[in-house]
């Protein structure tokens, strides 16, 4: 099992434009998470998702948007990049809710 | 003050020393996350528990649900132990959300 991965692992974007951070796990998990970790600072929930077709806010969820439409693939939607969008996102995976599986992470930076 | 917080916020020790960092929290619990973030980034769950102990390798983690207190023992460390690990709870009326801790920078001298 390759568990949780994520693409890009690294992406310069310029202010207002847009782009879509990828991640695919393949352990059957229902839910999926996207968090944003600001440098030096602990994980923030951005979307989450209980199933294909049902996703919902976290504690961040401004400026940002999900689709879940197979259980498979969690794709996080940057639409208009702000500078205060640099931030490292990381998706995470977990069966009914217990114990989390994350991936490696996405390196971002808005100029 | 927050719903979960770690003691201590840096540790600094020597390799072979026995490690302690706690978690205390206020909240009403089903269960306790322990990860570890390796200097890379890179997130990985070390142990979910919701009572006694549990031990994998050199790492054992228990939790006091009366007292709301969890800690996460490390015995020989080793400077490849050096991370940053995060508590994270499972509150016992939410199915998905968990209330991060933020987390203890441990560093292992050789």
């Known amino acids: 099992n390759a568990g949780v991965t994520q693409t890009p692992k690294f992406r310069i974007l310029k202010i207002g434009q847009s782009m879509t951070l990828q991640c695919t796990q393949d352990m059957n998990h229902n839910y999926m998470y996207w968090y944003r970790q600001d440098p030096g600072m602990g994980l923030k929930l951005i979307y989450y998702?209980?199933?294909?077709?049902?996703?919902d806010k976290g504690e961040v969820p401004n400026g940002y948007n999900v689709s879940r439409s197979t259980t498979e693939d969690f794709p996080l939607r940057l639409e208009l990049a702000a500078p205060s969008q640099t931030s490292v996102y990381f998706c995470a995976s977990s069966l009914e809710g217990y114990e989390q599986y994350f991936g490696p992470g996405t390196r971002l930076t808005v100029t | 003050k927050n719903e979960v917080e770690q003691s201590p916020q840096n540790l600094t020790a020597q390799e072979g020393e026995f490690i302690t960092i706690n978690c205390s929290y206020s909240v009403g619990i089903s269960a306790l996350h322990w990860l570890q973030q390796h200097p890379g980034g890179g997130i990985v769950s070390l142990f979910m528990?919701?009572?006694?102990?549990k031990k994998h390798g050199r790492l054992i983690a228990t939790i006091n649900i009366q007292e709301k207190h969890s800690s996460l023992h490390i015995t020989a460390s080793h400077p490849r132990d050096s991370a940053v690990y995060i508590c994270a709870v499972k509150p016992g009326d939410s199915n998905y959300q968990l209330i991060w801790g933020a987390g203890t920078k441990l560093i292992i001298k050789p």
């Open positions: 998702s209980v199933g294909a077709g049902i996703t």
């Open positions: 528990l919701s009572s006694g102990k």
